[in-house]
């Protein structure tokens, strides 16, 4: 859950990585480093902090003249960020410079050979035992850094996407991945390196996503040679034309990312089923639906797996996929099903939500949903990514790159395929009347503009948060459709503003939560006109008697929540089953304000990583 970057070529290295990890930081960043090649030495500074930090470092501490050089943005896994354990890493020769993304899971047996043979440790890190391990292997084999590489990778266990410089030999940088993304700039004359393509669309539009098990040995005036870590096999890599723009990264004028994508939401829903949706013939086409399409009418069930707001938009789609297609879901915890021992089958389609693509526990319930013989489906927003390679087929969602570590709108455009899938399922199996299935087609092209409405809420939110912001807890309440959204409400509000916060289905309140109800209290209830609106009225009353402070999120012009509740705030009408696309908005901003107003880092919130690629 590192950024790294690299570059060789014949411009400045070192503007070029510290921008490069800024863009990265979503991946991480407790600590972060960077190592310059002026020709002749090593230029190495890192520190605690943020890449801002680093910068303020590196220009007291190092000259940061070269045109090679590498740098990493970290998210702690061995070792608690403090200067020492940020990399880059150096061999005890000094001559290898390493940085990693990843974990190596057996670093503690091959720490203690390399003690043996008399190798010492500055850091915690399992990174530099890798970068030893390299040392000791290059040094008794008389090798050159690339097959020192190659052997080494082959001892060790674990994660990585890595980038290594060896000082003896300066006009090379290795890299290589096994379940830690890594892409590869190729420019005229220069090459890039990092987790993601975003350090460099502004100087190539050409990129190698590198697969599990590769390695490239990237020479200054060679051509790339990409090879299999474990066989030597050579590789032809395929060069991707890159789809990112360079506004696409930036904040566009918001204070924060996560504000400019909540914002975003109209255009990318459009985006999403832009090409998919006809409502005027009629029509959905996906093409990985259509190509599959008889693997999920025989389906026995759908399972979904997915991690944090990825799982909540799953929830979602379990009602959805229920109610349009009459297909019976499951939805897992991607973390949760990998470990216990699931009964999977060849009828079972499995689908796979994650934004990055790149979420390691939801990577590792695709391998044991193929394992056992399930078609697995993924709903992936970034291209490339790990997840949407390893699973059979599959939706991107097309949001845009999402970089505010609070996932928004990733959410509401996984639910705009998820939707889709469902309605197209729906039709072939006949499971909703053609008028319903029109009426859905109709309602979700109309979606984008009742979202642009949901955001007039802003000012609202704005208001409510100067009130809450004090809070130290929240409860969200929602029933049916809306339950994910109070769960992925209270999600966003204890990941940006550190609230502690619960989501409920609102009549389990009863059930214990309710205890909890005072004056103090702030209860967020979602209570659209649509849905079950007389018993979350009820809920409401119970909470009213209690003392409960209550916020509602309710359709324009309701009246009797409005009598009830503290606060309302408006949306437009939508039906039930597309209403978390709108309820969610309100909320989204709610946590966003109160956030802002208690001072914390909205788009980098305390020890939390954009991608979380270690278990
Ligand atoms: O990239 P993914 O969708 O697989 O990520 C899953 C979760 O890590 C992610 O949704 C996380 O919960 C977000 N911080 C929520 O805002």
């Not at 339950?483 to 214990?512: C, D, Q, R, T």
């Not at 006109?529 to 012009?557: C, F, L, M, P, W």
Request: aromatic share 8%; with cysteine; net charge negative.
């Amino acid at each position: 859950m590192c950024g790294i970057v690299g570059y060789i070529g014949y411009r400045e290295a070192y503007p070029i990585v510290i921008k490069g990890l800024k863009r990265l930081e979503y991946r991480g960043y407790d600590s972060a480093g960077v190592m310059i090649y002026d020709g002749e030495a090593v230029k190495l500074c890192k520190t605690k902090g943020k890449v801002v930090d680093l910068e303020e470092r590196a220009s007291k501490e190092i000259t940061t003249n070269g045109t090679i050089g590498i740098g990493h943005t970290r998210w702690a896994t061995h070792g608690v960020p403090n200067d020492v354990n940020s990399h880059p890493h150096l061999s005890n020769s000094g001559d290898l410079v390493i940085i990693h993304n990843g974990i190596i899971e057996n670093y503690a047996p091959l720490k203690v050979e390399l003690i043996k043979r008399g190798y010492v440790f500055h850091s915690d890190t399992d990174t530099e035992v890798l970068v030893n391990l390299i040392e000791e292997v290059q040094k008794n084999e008389n090798i050159k850094l690339g097959k020192a590489v190659q052997i080494a990778l082959n001892q060790v266990v674990g994660a990585y996407a890595i980038a290594v410089f060896d000082k003896k030999n300066p006009d090379e940088i290795v890299a290589a991945r096994l379940g830690s993304p890594l892409a590869i700039g190729i420019g005229e004359g220069e090459y890039f390196i990092a987790s993601d393509a975003s350090p460099f669309i502004e100087y190539t539009s050409n990129a190698v996503y590198l697969e599990d098990g590769e390695m490239a040995n990237i020479r200054l005036h060679k051509k790339m040679k990409v090879r299999k870590i474990q066989d030597d096999s050579l590789v032809d890599p395929y060069i991707q034309e890159l789809q990112m723009n360079l506004e696409q990264i930036e904040k566009g004028g918001y204070d924060h990312f996560m504000l400019k994508e909540i914002y975003e939401q109209p255009n990318v829903i459009k985006d999403t089923y832009r090409g998919r949706l006809h409502p005027n013939e009629g029509i959905i086409q996906m093409a990985g639906v259509e190509d599959n399409l008889e693997k999920f009418l025989n389906a026995d069930r759908i399972i979904i797996v997915a991690c944090g707001t990825s799982w909540h938009a799953g929830l979602v789609a379990e009602y959805i996929f229920e109610e349009f297609a009459r297909i019976s879901v499951e939805v897992e915890y991607a973390s949760e099903f990998r470990y216990r021992n699931p009964i999977i089958n060849s009828k079972d389609v499995v689908i796979a939500i994650s934004q990055s693509g790149e979420t390691a526990d939801t990577m590792a319930a695709i391998k044991l949903a193929k394992e056992n013989g399930a078609f697995v489906f993924g709903v992936c927003n970034v291209v490339g990514s790990s997840i949407s390679r390893e699973t059979h087929a599959g939706a991107y969602t097309h949001a845009g790159p999402e970089i505010g570590v609070a996932s928004t709108k990733a959410f509401t455009t996984q639910i705009t395929v998820l939707t889709m899938i469902a309605l197209r399922l729906a039709k072939a199996k006949g499971t909703l009347s053609h008028s319903d299935f029109n009426r859905y087609l109709q309602e979700l092209e109309l979606i984008p503009e009742k979202v642009k409405e949901a955001l007039k809420t802003n000012d609202r939110a704005k208001e409510i948060a100067a009130e809450f912001k004090d809070a130290p807890n929240c409860l969200y309440l929602g029933r049916g459709y809306n339950f994910p959204v109070a769960l992925e409400g209270a999600l966003k509000l204890k990941e940006i503003s550190y609230i502690h916060a619960e989501g409920y289905p609102a009549a389990e309140m009863k059930h214990g939560p309710i205890a909890l109800i005072d004056d103090q209290m702030p209860v967020i209830v979602i209570a659209p006109i649509q849905g079950h609106y007389d018993k979350i009225v009820s809920n409401i009353q119970e909470i009213k008697s209690r003392s409960g402070r209550i916020i509602a999120v309710v359709t324009k012009g309701d009246t009797q929540v409005r009598e009830l509740a503290d606060y309302v705030i408006e949306i437009p009408e939508t039906s039930d089953a597309l209403s978390p696309l709108i309820t969610t908005i309100p909320l989204q901003l709610l946590s966003y304000h109160i956030a802002v107003m208690r001072e914390c880092n909205v788009d980098q919130p305390r020890n939390l990583a954009k991608s979380v690629t270690v278990e």
